[in-house]
């Protein structure tokens, strides 16, 4: 059966818990906008698409839940109910757009009853459209990849990350649909193992033949000729074609250009940030401390230390040969590429 990371349940949202995998498949039933606010929060729920479609779906759940008749009061509260959930993680795009788009729609005519089955229609209409466009990545991104190549992918992509079919990781296991023999190279991704846990747990749902690797032992593959192309995903896009993504991105694309590699980035469109002139303003998540000394709650390093742990890095623009979105494979200029002037 096809795994959903997110379903409307019709009066609340089920979401499969990230944290659990790969050893427990538990899914969550949230109720109401806090419960998402949690989920997002804690990773329960993540990938910045995913992250969009579960937003939206919490400013309908908070909706749903306001008793207030009177329109002036009931946008105040959920004036409150969207802030609370843009505060959750900074870095990815799709979530403020998908909070932004409802909030547009509350701000229109019509009574409170009104309005609610506006929000609750848009929420479902931006899981579908994300969805579609991953679909379309994928399909459109096939054509990057030979048969017989091998891969190598950061962080996680597919599914779980998207509410759709995948980014990155959708564009190959479009690869396998089309019978191309692929290869894929799978780095750990420290510090919460998102390509341990989440994309090999992926990939061989989708009996994809992949090797886990540490995330320090890329440049080692590379240079021994073992890779014929990177594809990662991002959460934020500039203007420029500056690309944040999970933390080690960076790294990635600075080896690949030196070992004459190709590095796509595979997103849709709603991880622009055409507000941006370059990734320098991109905001970096930094998250807690606890991540990085310890493995799923246990110690690895010693207590009172001091610990750095942004979640996301920027590639630049130069160090990319394209970026997949459901619009097309675009190469420089991106800003003219992606649909701006």
Known sequence: MPMEAIKWLGDRVRVLDQTCLPAEEIYLELSCYQ???SAITQLKIRGAPAIGVAGAYGVALGALQIKATDKDIFVEELKAITQALASTRPTAKNLFLAIDRLWQIAKKGGDVGQIKQALLDEAVKIHAEEAEATRRISQLGVGLIRD?????????????????YGTALGIIKQAKDESKKIKVLVTETRPLLQGARLTAWELKRADIPFTLITDSMAGYFMGRGEVDLVIVGADRIALNGDTANKIGTYSLAVLAKENDIPFYVAAPTTTVDPSLASGDEIPIEHRSPDEVTHIQGLRIAPDGINVANPAFDVTPHQY?????TERGVIKEPYGEGLGFP
Do not use: K
Request: proline letters at 0%; glycine letters at 12%; charged letters at 5%.
């Open 35 to 37: 419960e998402v606010a």
């Open 148 to 164: 017989g190549a091998t891969i190598l992918t950061h962080c996680n992509t597919g599914a779980l990350a998207t509410a759709g």
């Open 320 to 324: 990319i040969s394209a970026i997949i």
